[in-house]
């Protein structure tokens, strides 16, 4: 079946970096754009970033596109996200997700990973 | 950008009863308006797009209409299982997300 896993969160200090990655199966990896959204605490979601399918356009929330870098390995059916000098504000539940042929619709979603920043 | 605003943030319905969630765009996105929901702990799961059109597996009772700037959900008959949060989502340019409505067992 279709599925996203997500890994590489956990506590870092404000400032540091952390990389998260998502591993699809169950699909064509390679022939499907993918995106990352987040969702802080209690809060609702926020789109983060997305990559096409074979991550030649890269675009990203306005107010991370200077920290935050998403990218992918076909060859390895994993999508990232690199996260630098993180803020306690990046505090979230950080879920990938599938793009649908209508790129910015999202039909498939992993269970998310947590990320939280404090000292 | 374009700013979604869903009403009400809190809808408390009995089981069975119908459920009416809505959502405005701050400017037109035409029909591209996709509704997920959210159930404590899980993942959003994609439930209309196309602004009526229901996703793969979504049972019949979920039904989406509007265009422009004004859409709604309905659940014509609340199940136990359909008490979660909703949110409506644009995509006619880049996207955005609605802040949500929590539907709550009354």
């Known amino acids: 079946q279709v599925q996203l896993v997500e890994s590489g969160g956990g506590v870092v200090q404000p400032g540091r970096s952390l990389r998260l990655s998502c591993a699809a199966s169950?699909?064509?990896?390679?022939?499907?754009?993918m995106h990352w959204v987040r969702q802080a605490p209690g809060k609702g979601l926020e789109w983060v970033a997305f990559i096409s399918y074979d991550g030649s356009d890269k675009y990203y929330a306005d107010s991370l596109r200077d920290r935050f870098t998403i990218s992918r390995d076909n060859s390895k059916n994993t999508l990232y996200l690199q996260m630098n000098s993180l803020r306690a504000e990046d505090t979230a539940v950080y879920y990938c997700a599938k793009a649908m042929i209508m790129i910015f619709l999202m039909d498939v979603w992993g269970q998310g990973t947590t990320v939280t920043v404090s000292s | 950008e374009i700013v979604m605003t869903q009403s009400p943030a809190t809808l408390s319905v009995s089981p069975g009863e119908r459920a009416t969630l809505s959502c405005r765009a701050s400017q037109s996105v035409s029909s591209n308006l996709a509704w997920y929901q959210q159930k404590p702990g899980q993942a959003p799961r994609l439930l209309i797009y196309?602004?009526?059109t229901r996703a793969t597996g979504i049972p019949a009772r979920f039904s989406g209409s509007g265009s422009g700037t004004e859409f709604t959900l309905t659940i014509s008959s609340l199940q136990s299982e359909d008490f979660a949060v909703y949110y409506c989502?644009?995509?006619?340019?880049?996207?955005?997300f609605g802040g949500g409505t929590k539907v709550e067992i009354k």
């Open positions: 169950g699909f064509s990896f390679s022939s499907y754009g």
């Open positions: 989502q644009q995509y006619n340019k880049w996207l955005t």
């Open positions: 196309g602004a009526s």
